[in-house]
């Protein structure tokens, strides 16, 4: 049969976002695919060089709409390390439970999308609901509901409002009943499954040599999580396990993440419990000295890192933003080839895509 | 290309990682990578002449233990572009940040695609924004900006 290219995108309903998949298919067997990128880009790197050090931070939050607090925390990160600029541990053990937070509802909204794809809506309105708990904690806490503006270079905003502690572990309380219902759902579903299990295969070793990173490398059988192997702000005080199965299938990454905010509540919990009392935020200078800072966050969908240049003034010089889903979805022909065009929903929507942060 | 012939570094008694891996680095490549440093636990730098860093980066996957090419940035300065490689290893912790320079008027440098996959679409993008050409790279097209753009829009000589 003749061989040829079909688009899905950049309007199909399965690239959650402004991005391109050709595919190239004999008959109904993927033989090619080569993923386009580039229609959400703004140019933030160059933004950056023409704004001071705390106007960025809003900035930011813009790279990806399900996980803006992961994103200004990096670049806090980055920057503290650039300046030298200490940290209170209350701030810290804040912004990993805000952290948590943000990842529990980043997850949920990918196992919406995820479910729609699928053609389970029931999955898309439950989680949808249950999303909104943490992102209503999120704005008692911050003000805002998707962009947060919260972390700060040198600690965070503000402190966090009464009550605060009560609510949340309510709503992990809550969230923890409720994943045990998902997994009954979606495991449950004799579609789901059959969607998903051995469907879009990847390799241990092509995982780590196309740079993969995330749920999607711990899903082929690398345990490496950055809270756990190079440890950042207060992770080490934390208890909890990172998730890995050695399938490397559709069904193992959403595993992962399902696995993941398992350990999320734990940690949310962990962090209000052993928050100490004290300051949350230090001054900070206002010039950054010339010289480079590098921060490298687990992201919800991989390693995010951030190097920044500065040369003495108030402005970076080069901001240099990596974003994880921009690696992994160079991968994405190594994935598809040799699966049914009708697979592509399942594969690409199991890489948990964010244009926002790929196209910067 | 020359075959690599160094033999596995191995660890020396009361060496930490990051000392071990710049000793192997000095002692395979004395000519060409200099300046080694721990900045801080886990995070090492070293600076590598342009010429090698084919070499030295297949030397540091396969010797080395280093998998994961994490990010290649590229940064102008008055006077030159540096390259700069924060390549990870999953086995030992460490993260290497190796910066390569080139002059003003050459901004080329070998690509190491062929040695991690994940390098391909960074170096896309380094050549789309900086206009940093990668030899022997695959496919050295534009990703993010469209194909029909004149300009590298993160050169400081570029005002919107």
Request: one cysteine or more; charged letters at 25%; hydrophobic letters at 40%.
């Amino acid at each position: 049969m003749a061989e040829m290219w079909i688009n899905m995108g950049p309007q199909h309903p399965m690239t959650h976002g402004l991005w391109n998949l050709r595919v190239k298919v004999d008959g109904e067997t993927i033989v090619d695919a080569e993923p386009e990128v580039g229609y959400l880009h703004r140019g933030i790197e160059k933004i950056c060089e023409g704004l001071t050090y705390p106007q960025i931070i809003p900035i930011t939050d813009r790279l990806c709409y399900g996980s803006s607090l992961t994103w200004s925390h990096l670049y806090c990160q980055s920057v503290e390390d650039l300046m030298g600029v200490e940290v209170p541990e209350r701030a810290e053990y804040i912004r990993v439970m805000a952290i948590e937070m943000q990842r529990i509802a980043s997850h949920l909204m990918w196992l919406a999308a995820y479910a729609g794809d699928l053609g389970m809506s029931v999955g898309f309105t439950y989680t949808m609901r249950d999303r909104e708990v943490f992102v209503d904690l999120l704005q008692a806490l911050t003000g805002s509901r998707l962009t947060y503006n919260y972390p700060r270079i040198g600690g965070v905003a503000h402190d966090l409002p009464p009550n605060f502690d009560r609510d949340s572990i309510r709503a992990v309380d809550y969230m923890e009943g409720r994943l045990k219902e998902y997994e009954d759902l979606f495991e449950g579903s004799k579609i789901f499954m059959m969607r998903n299990v051995g469907i879009g295969l990847l390799r241990k070793e092509d995982a780590l040599n196309l740079g993969v990173t995330g749920p999607s490398l711990r899903a082929s059988g690398v345990s490496y999580d950055l809270r756990k192997d190079m440890p950042y702000s207060v992770y080490p005080e934390m208890d909890f396990e990172v998730a890995t199965l050695d399938d490397g299938d559709c069904y193992a990454r959403y595993r992962v993440r399902m696995d993941e905010m398992w350990e999320s509540c734990k940690i949310v919990r962990q962090a209000l419990q052993k928050m100490p009392k004290g300051r949350w935020r230090m001054v900070s200078p206002r010039n950054a000295p010339a010289g480079t800072g590098l921060g490298r966050v687990e992201d919800p969908r991989g390693e995010a890192v951030m190097y920044v240049v500065g040369d003495g003034s108030d402005k970076p010089y080069r901001l240099k933003i990596r974003s994880p889903i921009f690696v992994t979805v160079s991968a994405a022909p190594k994935i598809l080839v040799g699966y049914k065009l009708a697979d592509v929903v399942a594969i690409m929507g199991g890489l948990d895509m964010c244009i926002g942060e790929n196209d910067r | 290309m020359e075959a690599v012939s160094i033999e596995k570094a191995p660890s020396r008694i009361g060496e930490n990682p990051e000392q071990r891996v710049l000793r192997a680095l000095a002692e395979s490549f004395p000519k060409t990578v200099s300046d080694g440093a721990r900045l801080r636990p886990g995070l090492v730098r070293a600076k590598v002449d342009r010429s090698d860093i084919f070499r030295v980066c297949r030397v540091l996957k396969d010797n080395l233990g280093f998998e994961h090419l994490t990010m290649i940035s590229a940064v102008e300065y008055d006077d030159r572009f540096e390259i700069v490689y924060h390549i990870a290893s999953y086995q030992s912790k460490l993260l290497l940040e190796l910066i390569s320079t080139t002059p003003k008027d050459d901004p080329t440098v070998d690509s190491i695609s062929s040695i991690w996959g994940g390098a391909n679409w960074q170096e896309r993008e380094s050549y789309d924004l900086m206009g940093i050409v990668f030899r022997s790279h695959p496919k050295l097209e534009r990703i993010l900006l469209p194909k029909d753009v004149l300009y590298h829009p993160l050169r400081k000589d570029f005002k919107g």
